[in-house]
């Protein structure tokens, strides 16, 4: 909002508040939500951002895929520490969507946890050229995965990221 009105928005650790709007959307499942709602831009010592966002669900598919309204609450933070010389950064969010009803299925689709922190290593600053590959892991935990009750996921996966 601090650049919409030209002032600054700030209270105590919260640096600004913003206007979001997501788009989840698959044209072969016929699948479209809209989530409106507000982020807060944190200002946390050493982290580059975190926000938090809450948003409405809102869901405009097409039968029988339609559920019921609901809401989504997503932390995302970056931080980038140089340790022995070496630039490093963790990364990532966090996301709990909360439960929904399905229309035509009658079935309730439970609330679910998707975390996907990444931790990685910026290789080409190592050789002179930073920011341009970055080694690293990323661990995704889902809990409830898509709203189906106890399919839980944790796993670990290689990331390689190329900025041409």
């Keep these: 909002m601090s650049r919409l009105f030209g002032t600054t928005m700030k209270v105590g650790p919260i640096q600004d508040v ?14 479209l939500k809209t989530l409106p709602g ?10 580059i951002f975190v926000n938090t966002d809450f948003t409405a669900m809102r869901d ?7 559920t019921t ?11 980038v520490m140089n340790i022995g010389g070496q630039s490093f950064s963790f990364m ?13 299925f009658g079935t309730k689709s439970e609330a679910w946890i998707l975390a996907q922190p990444q931790f990685v290593w910026d290789v080409g600053n190592a050789f002179g050229s930073p920011n ?3 080694i690293g892991v990323e661990l ?11 399919q839980n996921e944790f ?6 990221v190329w900025r041409l």
Excluded: C
Excluded at 18 to 31: C, Q, R, Y
Excluded at 92 to 104: F, N
């Design 18 to 31: 913003s206007v979001v709007v997501g788009l989840n959307f698959d044209g072969d499942a016929n699948v």
């Design 38 to 47: 507000l982020r807060l831009s944190w200002q946390i010592p050493g982290f």
């Design 60 to 66: 405009h598919s097409n039968e029988p895929l339609r």
């Design 69 to 79: 309204s609901g809401f989504m609450f997503d932390v995302s933070w970056l931080k």
């Design 92 to 104: 990532g969010h966090a996301e709990y969507i909360g439960a929904v009803d399905q229309t035509d």
């Design 132 to 134: 341009w590959i970055h």
């Design 140 to 150: 995704q935990y889902w809990k409830n995965k898509l709203g189906v009750k106890d």
């Design 155 to 160: 796993r670990p996966e290689l990331l390689i």
